[in-house]
């Protein structure tokens, strides 16, 4: 009798053997998530944008004062009364950071949020249908990426003037030609895949298999190019702050307070180093965090 024959008479034998359970298998998602939060650059980005949250939210309700209000002579040097000293007009800069990182961090990703719905939406279109409609859409998506974006974004400010609406409008249709190209060039990847075939078999309508189908397996990337974009955005927003086409007074815009505060640099220099520190710091951590995505395997 051969080996084999006896191990297998042995174990027939055995009434009480039994396989041994498997562990239970994780879904790719939370295997993301798992190593998402365990990577260090997401610690690190992430921590860095909850304080900033924390400061929009309640920065302004550890200070006695408003940002609008005159509370002592401009450009007074930082103190106990004065956490971070006063800004040209005599107004408290902690108030106005706070208040400011506020717009920094809303402004920025609604803009991106509306160029990520609108990209997507051309993407998935035009990927997946293809034809004479994804040439010329395409076309035109190029025409608009030839252009310098931080021009275009201050051709359309020139037009319709500066306002948090209009910032919106400008960044959000600024990203929508890059955003409908990644999404395009994923689409025709996926449109070929035995998932996808096996939903038209069932009969699924196209618009379906585009927004159940294919979109769900673009999150990952689309997430990663979102935190790029946003960072993008923060440093846009601030440059239009810059250049004096931002918020308008009283408003506090940070990139406004670096431009007010770069001529004093030499004797006042918390003035524009503050914000400079908000908008660096805020750029840093979602770049930080895109590169902790991408490592965690969101982007395949």
Do not use: H
Not at 140 to 163: C, E, K, N, Q, R
Not at 195 to 224: D, K
């Amino acid at each position: 009798m051969s080996v084999a024959s006896v191990s297998d008479t042995n174990s027939a034998a055995q009434p009480g053997a039994a396989a041994l359970p498997r562990p239970p298998q994780l879904s790719i998602t939370r295997r993301r998530l798992i190593r998402t939060f365990r990577n260090p650059l997401v610690i690190i980005g992430l921590v860095i944008i909850g304080f900033w949250v924390l400061m929009a939210i309640g920065g302004p309700a550890l200070r006695p004062y408003t940002y609008i209000e005159i509370i002592s002579t401009p450009w007074t040097a930082p103190s106990a009364d004065f956490w971070l000293g006063t800004d040209r007009m005599g107004r408290d800069m902690f108030a106005r950071l706070a208040v400011g990182a506020r717009l920094m961090l809303l402004l920025p990703v609604i803009a991106v949020s509306v160029g990520v719905a609108l990209g997507a939406f051309i993407g998935l279109i035009t990927g997946y249908f293809g034809g004479l409609v994804d040439d010329i859409v395409m076309r035109l998506m190029d025409i608009v990426m030839a252009f310098p974006i931080i021009m275009l974004y201050l051709l359309v400010i020139f037009a319709i003037g500066p306002s948090p609406i209009n910032v919106i409008w400008a960044i959000g249709l600024g990203s929508a030609p890059g955003i409908a190209r990644l999404v395009r060039g994923l689409t025709l990847d996926l449109r070929g895949r035995e998932f996808v075939a096996a939903a038209q078999m069932r009969g699924e309508s196209s618009w379906y298999i585009m927004f159940s189908e294919i979109l769900p397996n673009l999150t990952g990337p689309i997430l990663v190019d979102a935190c790029v974009r946003v960072a993008f955005a923060m440093f846009t927003t601030g440059f239009l702050g810059f250049l004096g086409l931002g918020m308008p007074e009283p408003t506090p815009d940070w990139g406004t307070m670096i431009s007010e505060g770069r001529t004093w640099i030499f004797t006042a220099a918390w003035a524009p180093v503050f914000p400079m520190i908000g908008l660096s710091s805020l750029v840093i951590a979602l770049n930080l965090l895109a590169d902790g995505l991408s490592q965690a395997g969101w982007v395949d």
